[in-house]
């Protein structure tokens, strides 16, 4: 198939973003769109580029003292009667249009056309980020490449609507077990209602006062929720088990240890299973690059209420930041899309920081 990232595309952000929303790559299918990228790096002079399954790198060697990382995932969520994509006005629609096909057209944009940048500067297009964390590209490349993440300062080009979203959240997932006995429902006296018994465990969770934490000055708002309940076994029975799934949102202040332990003092009395559980990042805020990219936004950082795989530099000891010209709130949703003007406002930021002086 003729690549559709053809020097004309790649000269403009806005048509880029179209022509990589126009490619479909729902995660597990980023084959097709990993493979017009590769070619294209592949075309540049100033770029290594190195694949690993469908994740491709491609990085500068200009002998820079300080090596930066822009880093956007080529999969989306699945297709919802929104593709290819569509301009309406000022607006693109299209499913990745915000999360975060947008992005990825910057990194593209400044990987072949700016050949020196004041930083050496690492490339990281990368399937599966979607869906479970064992198939993200990030992950698989932490195993086989660790020497690809090497860098004093990431940014993760996440829909953030143009402000930077410093940091993020830990999240935890837990299930609380409430248990019976099973009997007739017709003779429920001779049995224990587990369900009935969940009612102690949603109090609590009614009457939670989650923290709010201010790290550098970004506010993390945190939240303890149920967020699925199971329980049953028929129309005439009394069950004699229930189990509520809750969802920790933490502040990264906290570590996972300290997040499993908040929780399990929160159902202190009940069972509770920890199912997976996942570290926040810090604001990453203070390393040389980061302030000179908040100098070249020109605005404040806010928290990132969310995870997202700032977190996974983070654990490796490289402050990380996101920044995109998506609107988070439209991430996932059938009428997702991006504005022209955000676009082009963020390629400026990102040229502003990057070309050299």
Known sequence: MENPLT????????????????????????????????????SVPHLDVQRHQNTVMARTEVGRSQRVVLAGHLDTVPLNDNFPSKREGDLIYGCGTSDMKSGVAYALHLAVSLAEPRYDVTYLFYEAEEIDSRYNGLTLVANAHPEWLAADFAVLLEPTYGVVEAGCQGTL?????????????????????????????????????????TIDGCIYREGLNAVGIHGGVAGNVVP????????????????????????????????????DVA????PGLTAAPAREFLTAVGEEPVAKLGWTDVARFAALGIPALNFGPGDPNLAHAPDEHVEIGKIRDGAATLHRWLAPA
Do not use: M
Request: contains cysteine; negative net charge.
């Open 7 to 42: 020097p004309e595309v790649l000269a403009d952000p806005v048509a880029l973003t179209r022509a990589l929303v126009d490619i479909e790559s729902v995660s597990l299918n980023e084959k097709e769109i990993a493979h017009h990228v590769e070619e294209v790096l592949r």
């Open 173 to 213: 997932r837990a299930i609380v077990t409430t248990t019976g006995r099973r009997a007739h429902s017709a003779r429920s006296w001779r049995g224990v209602n587990a369900i009935h018994a969940a009612g102690e465990a949603l109090n609590r969770l009614a009457g939670y006062q989650a923290r709010t934490v």
């Open 240 to 275: 004699d088990r229930c189990e509520i799934e809750v969802n920790y949102r933490f502040a990264p202040d906290r570590s996972p240890a300290e997040a499993e332990a908040h929780v399990r003092e929160v159902f202190a009395g009940l069972e509770v299973n920890l199912v």
């Open 279 to 282: 570290p926040g990042a810090l």
